[in-house]
Structures are given as C-alpha cells and as structure tokens.
C-alpha cells in the first residue's frame, strides 16, 4: 500500500528544535517533488516548505525561513524537515505529501499522496 508516515513530532518549549521524517512506502521519491505542509487549529493548511527532485532546489514560506531546513535522502526514502528555534506559533499537525514532478509550486489538489501528519506542540 502506498503511503508516506510522518514521525518526530512531540511536545517543545519555545526556542527548541525537532526533526520530522517522512518516509514513503511501496513507491520511489526519485522522481517526486515532497511538500511539508501544516494545518493549526482554527486555520486553513498552509505550504511551508517544498524539496524538488532533480537538484534539491527548495522553497520555504516566509514565516519559517531561516529556522526550518528540508532535506532528502532518495537512498532511504525518506524526506526531513529540521525546525530550529521553534515558536508557539509554529503549533500545528505537520503533514507531507509527494507529487511526481519536479516544480517546486504545485497546488495541494495536484499531490498524489499523503501522509496522516504528526503533532508539533510549541509551548511558551
């Protein structure tokens, strides 16, 4: 079955780090573009960080720049995405998705799968 697990996700104070993985299961990301995306509660699902396939170009909302860093290992099948300096505002269930192709601004609609997210807690 096709499917991409998300995991590393917990509970922090403000200021720390978590790493999150996204492993993808009975299909290859060689040839996938993989976004990070993330819905509070209350809010709508928002793109924050995307990894291209080809030559690892990135893109990453404003509000994470700096702080958060997306990375691949197509070896393991799997995609990071390091949060530095996490804030109370970055609260929220961190999702993956993979779409075949290599832009780096797909819409939502046109990912083929996803992950079922993980929590990410920052307390004040």
């Known amino acids: 079955q096709v499917q991409l697990v998300e995991s590393g996700g917990g509970l922090v104070h403000t200021g720390e780090s978590l790493t999150l993985s996204c492993v993808a299961s009975?299909?290859?990301?060689?040839?996938?573009?993989i976004g990070w995306f993330r819905q509070a509660p209350g809010k709508e699902r928002e793109r924050i960080s995307v990894i291209n396939y080809s030559d690892n170009s990135t893109y990453y909302v404003e509000s994470v720049k700096g702080r958060f860093t997306v990375s691949r290992n197509n070896a393991k099948n799997t995609v990071f995405l390091q949060m530095n300096s996490l804030k109370p505002e970055d609260t929220a269930v961190y999702t993956c998705a993979a779409v075949w192709g290599d832009y780096l601004h797909y819409r939502e609609r046109e990912y083929h799968y996803w992950g079922r997210g993980t929590q990410v807690t920052v307390s004040s």
């Open positions: 009975e299909f290859e990301i060689d040839y996938y573009t």
